[in-house]
């Protein structure tokens, strides 16, 4: 219904714009833009109320509708805002304004709750993410740094309640004074006290190993690049 409202109110808007500004529109670049993102946020409105549907309403998938269109939404009113805010004739827009929204700006930004929601949905593995990711090429080796973002996931939610284990040995002071007892290497430490199995160890340093090549950057030397300051190439060259 939203969708439908907005819809005759842009087409309200565009037409009033034409038959008021001409050709004159298409020179007002940042105008034309806005009356483009208005139409571009109703469309993927329409996508994702067609996919909901199309995918038969999964209840799981709800949370991710939800956020989209609230935010596309919230996004379209800015839009609307920024053509009204920006006609010539503001006369015009006053009354465009109260025909547009006649009950002020009904649209918020999705809630820090939904937000949550859609978090959760996108880091645990199960059928409402496997829906979304349907069409995207997952490697299936960490070489590629999207395999290796899906790799970490998987062994960082292995490895939960064996960090659990971990945590409880630090409650209890069995690691109290032992120098590996660090973020780093607390696994060390509990696996040389027997606080945790072989296989609980060996899933724990993937764990950390593919959360190594996940964060990993560009390491330079703290000279890196002196000598070409110092000596430009044209210098070089004539040496």
């Given at each position: ?6 819809s005759a109110a842009f087409a309200l808007l ?94 918020g930004q999705p809630s820090d709750q939904l ?83 072989a296989e609980e160890y060996a899933v724990v ?35």
């Open positions: 219904q939203l969708l439908s409202r907005y565009a037409d009033t714009a034409m038959l008021v500004l001409g050709g004159s529109l298409k020179r007002r670049e940042r105008l034309s833009a806005r009356l483009g993102d208005i139409l571009s946020q109703m469309y993927l409105i329409s996508a994702t109320l067609k996919r909901f549907e199309d995918e038969g309403r999964q209840a799981a998938d709800a949370p991710l509708a939800h956020w989209s269109i609230q935010d596309a939404l919230f996004k379209l009113q800015q839009a609307f805002d920024g053509v009204l805010d920006n006609l010539p004739n503001r006369a015009l827009a006053w009354v465009l304004a109260r025909l547009v929204f006649p009950w002020g700006r009904p649209q937000g949550q929601d859609v978090a959760r949905l996108l880091i645990q593995p199960g059928a409402a993410r496997d829906r979304l990711t349907a069409g995207c090429h997952l490697p299936a080796t960490d070489a590629e740094p999207v395999g290796a973002i899906e790799q970490a996931l998987a062994a960082t939610l292995d490895a939960e309640p064996i960090e659990a284990k971990i945590r409880e040995l630090e409650k209890r002071g069995a690691l109290e004074g032992n120098p590996q007892a660090n973020v780093r290497d607390i696994a060390d430490a509990a696996f040389a006290i027997g606080g945790i199995t340093k993937r764990q950390n190993r593919l959360r190594d090549t996940v964060v990993k950057v560009d390491d330079f030397a703290f000279d890196f690049g002196a000598q070409d300051r110092m000596h430009p190439a044209a210098e070089r060259k004539v040496a």
